[in-house]
């Protein structure tokens, strides 16, 4: 083992008791198809979510479950493509080979797949969006949080006072104190050391999401039986004027556009996997179960939360109060909502961390403020915890600027169709699509090469109206 490796390994155990090395010299990758789908389903079933009964509403009974399947294909062809980009080149027979033959190469993250097969000029690009989305979601997170916990304390004082009672109101001091709880509780976890060691966290955070999505579904299922009747319509919610009808669709499809992807951080999950069976192979199948599930899910909490509450249809499903009993179990569905989001946030904060760190170790080499680690002892009779100064500022200064922005911008549903269109061109779609062109050497003009084209055409029309209509949307609500 060289020197550079020994020095990429966070502890030196010495030779006696070296750490197993995969091929490329890092640590041994001990992912498998249940981790994996563990990640994918929570960097996709998060936020999101919870705006799609809304979404569904604003577009109607035809258009909204059409548009709910639609992303799901999208999200599916786009994660495939990405996932023939793990390894590079890939060999002529079109197999992926391991990289102990000398003919592929790992990209272990997207920007690194984008900087093999793209060159640089796509790289400053895909940078820039992918970490601008990565911080977004932080905030769209830290929103989420403060409406979640805000609507437990509602629902309990509701329980005990009756519905509407004017001493259960909240107001903007008590849901920015949520904000900084939240933030509080990030920082503690923004310390998680790397991404390998979030497997634990990432499925906690996974059984939480299908837990609120179930009661989510539940509930608006209970609700449509109970009342005997399907609410809503085939033209959606109406509106005053064509306008702002329009502007009200390009929101709903930004959100929608919001709760699928996770393609940014895919070629981060599959660097998790082991190299036997092949990781693009795991990871294939691991898009399969992860967005079918994440489909179904999706289709039967958009709709049945339509059905159930027709045009009313709350922004926020589960705390836009169109369900008061039973109330323990929206509580119960509101605290797994925090606690998939306190793993979320990690989830893709976690890259942005791992990019500072690398940067300014290369740029600052001799510093040590940003290279230093202390052993320092939290907890009486655990292990010591290395701690960095670098790491120590500027993770608590990330967390802290993205709860002062959610404190600025609290629009729920503004801000995740926002964050959904901002990326979902530029990263999903086009991106993928010329990396696997370059990958797989299709030619031009060839069938493939005109269908590829034609997708991702016709998907940058779909995100550039739900970017307009979520900018629109944004303003008028800051403006008041």
């Given at each position: 083992m060289s020197p550079s490796h020994r020095g990429s390994q966070p502890f030196d155990l010495g030779d006696a008791a070296a750490p197993e090395l995969d091929d490329d010299g890092r640590a041994a990758r001990t992912g498998n198809l249940w981790t994996c789908m563990a990640h994918i389903i929570t960097g996709v079933i998060g936020a999101g979510v919870l705006a799609l009964s809304w979404s569904v509403a604003q577009l109607g009974w035809v258009a909204g479950p059409v548009a709910v399947l639609c992303f799901a294909g999208v999200t599916y062809v786009s994660a495939v493509l990405l996932s023939h980009c793990y390894r590079s080149p890939v060999a002529a027979s079109g197999s992926e080979e391991s990289s102990s033959s000398g003919k592929t190469r790992r990209n272990y993250t997207y920007m690194d797949a984008v900087l093999a097969l793209l060159g640089r000029k796509h790289t400053y690009v895909c940078g820039t969006l992918q970490y601008l989305y990565l911080y977004g979601i932080g905030v769209a997170y830290t929103i989420t949080t403060a409406t979640c916990l805000g609507a437990i304390k509602k629902s309990n004082c509701y329980h005990g006072?009756?519905?509407?009672?004017?001493?259960?109101?909240?107001?903007?001091?008590?849901?920015?104190?949520?904000?900084?709880?939240?933030?509080?509780?990030?920082?503690?976890?923004?310390?998680?050391?790397?991404?390998?060691?979030?497997?634990?966290?990432?499925?906690?955070?996974?059984?939480?999401?299908?837990?609120?999505?179930?009661?989510?579904?539940?509930?608006?299922?209970?609700?449509?039986?109970?009342?005997?009747?399907i609410r809503g319509g085939v033209a959606g919610v109406p509106m005053a004027t064509t306008a702002q009808k329009v502007w009200r669709v390009a929101q709903a499809v930004g959100d929608i556009a919001f709760a699928y992807p996770y393609t940014i951080v895919l070629l981060e999950i599959q660097d998790t996997l082991r190299s036997s069976p092949p990781e693009g192979e795991t990871m294939r199948k691991g898009n399969v179960v992860a967005v079918l599930a994440t489909a179904f899910f999706y289709l039967c909490v958009g709709c049945f939360g339509y059905a159930a509450f027709g045009n009313a249809a709350p922004g926020n499903l589960l705390t836009g109060f169109g369900f008061y009993e039973p109330y323990w179990l929206v509580d119960f569905a509101n605290a797994c909502i925090v606690l998939h989001i306190l793993g979320g946030y990690q989830f893709f904060s976690q890259q942005i961390f791992t990019v500072a760190d690398r940067w300014l170790a290369a740029r600052f080499p001799e510093s040590a403020f940003v290279n230093?680690?202390?052993?320092?002892?939290?907890?009486?009779?655990?292990?010591?915890?290395?701690?960095?100064?670098?790491?120590?500022?500027?993770?608590?200064?990330?967390?802290?600027?993205?709860?002062?922005?959610?404190?600025?911008?609290?629009?729920?549903?503004?801000?995740?169709?926002?964050?959904?269109?901002?990326?979902?061109?530029?990263?999903?779609?086009y991106l993928p699509v010329e990396m696997y062109c370059v990958q797989r050497r299709v030619r031009p003009w060839t069938p493939t090469w005109v269908v590829l084209k034609a997708f991702s055409v016709v998907c940058f029309a779909v995100g550039t109206f739900a970017f307009i209509g979520c900018v629109v949307g944004v303003v008028r609500k800051r403006l008041g």
């Open positions: 006072h009756g519905r509407g009672a004017s001493r259960c109101g909240s107001d903007a001091d008590e849901q920015h104190l949520f904000m900084l709880l939240f933030g509080a509780a990030q920082v503690v976890l923004s310390f998680i050391p790397n991404f390998h060691s979030m497997a634990w966290l990432s499925a906690v955070a996974a059984a939480m999401s299908f837990t609120y999505a179930t009661i989510g579904l539940g509930l608006g299922l209970a609700k449509t039986v109970g009342d005997g009747a230093r680690t202390y052993a320092v002892r939290i907890v009486p009779g655990l292990p010591r915890y290395g701690l960095n100064l670098q790491r120590l500022c500027f993770r608590t200064a990330y967390v802290a600027s993205t709860t002062g922005l959610a404190v600025v911008f609290p629009y729920f549903n503004e801000v995740l169709g926002l964050l959904g269109a901002l990326i979902f061109w530029p990263l999903v779609i």
